[in-house]
């Protein structure tokens, strides 16, 4: 038998409203009818790595919390200039 397997808590591509400074103030995943609030910007992070590379692994992460509980970490990927979230 054979089984499809996929990555678990693979990043996606998700639309960030960010505030003058950069900060996510709002959050919207492809199958959510609406944005959702950010309550709290609970830690932020940045990842530089492989600079070695054509394409360095440049980004600066958040954890949030949501509106209504949720936790969901998302990333700024600064060589594509694109967000990605997925879930704390």
């Known amino acids: 038998m ?15 409203v960010t505030d003058a400074d950069g900060q996510p103030c709002a959050v919207r995943r492809p199958r959510w009818p609406t944005a959702r609030r950010v309550a709290r910007v ?19 992460y958040h954890a ?10 998302v990333y700024h990927d600064l060589v594509a200039d694109a967000w990605f979230g997925q879930r704390a």
């Open 2 to 16: 054979i089984r499809d397997f996929r990555p678990l808590n693979q990043p996606g591509a998700i639309e960030v």
């Open 42 to 60: 609970q830690d932020r992070w940045r990842i530089d790595d492989e600079w070695w590379r054509e394409k360095p692994v440049q980004r600066i």
């Open 64 to 73: 949030l919390l949501l509106e209504d509980g949720e936790l969901l970490v």
